[in-house]
């Protein structure tokens, strides 16, 4: 099963290797700065279309993110 905790993980993960702040970034999706902290920390998961903009804009695939490439359907 899939956890929260993954995606959480891997979104931090993206954020870390892509170099950007998280003031930047939060800039490039159009929300506050510490709504990424949020991301961050796992207080809050990015809605379906903030998550599409997150993965455009970091250059990363979605099934990454949520974790199908873990093998798991």
Not at 28 to 45: D, E, F, H, M
């Amino acid at each position: 099963m899939i956890t929260t905790e993954q995606i959480r993980a891997r979104i931090a993960e993206a954020i870390a290797q892509s170099g950007m702040s998280q003031t930047e970034l939060a800039k490039k999706l159009g929300i506050k700065q510490p709504t990424v902290g949020q991301y961050l920390s796992g207080r809050a998961l990015p809605a379906l279309d903030t998550l599409a903009n997150l993965c455009k804009i970091l250059d990363i695939d979605a099934n990454y993110i949520l974790c199908q490439d873990m093998g798991e359907k």
